[in-house]
Nanobody
Framework: QVQLVESGGGSVQVGGSLRLSCTAS????????WTWYRQPPGKAREFVAD???????NYLEPVKGRFTISRDDAKDTAYLQMDNLKPEDTGLYYC?????????????WGNGTLVNVSP
């Protein structure tokens, strides 16, 4: 069993901050790639950020400079620090963990945590 659980979501006003966490449990030796996704209400899921074992990161263009993804391998946890939040950041945020260097071969998902940014 491999399980991912997100936490840290909530409601904030424009300009506020949230820090999301995603912790994996089960038979995990190393997460090759941590990824955060989000799904705005009524919209399709979209990529937000990812981070490799070497610390290389990618971000959705609108969140660059505002969001920071990080990882703590000792805790099998990934984080998403979100600053200067905007209403368009509202949505259900998911994390995924790729346990294989062949991305997508062994990917696990959390159930998501809600983020609501009020005007």
């Amino acid at each position: 069993q491999v399980q991912l659980v997100e936490s840290g979501g909530g409601s904030v006003q424009v300009g506020g901050s949230l820090r999301l966490s995603c912790t994996a449990s089960g038979r995990i030796f190393r997460v090759a790639l941590w990824t955060w996704y989000r799904q705005p209400p009524g919209k399709a899921r979209e990529f937000v950020a990812d981070i490799t074992t070497g610390g290389l990161t990618n971000y959705l263009e609108p969140v660059k400079g505002r969001f920071t993804i990080s990882r703590d391998d000792a805790k099998d946890t990934a984080y998403l620090q979100m600053d200067n939040l905007k209403p368009e950041d509202t949505g259900l945020y998911y994390c995924s963990a790729d346990l294989s260097p062949n991305i997508g071969e062994m990917r696990y998902w959390g159930n998501g945590t809600l983020v609501n940014v009020s005007p």
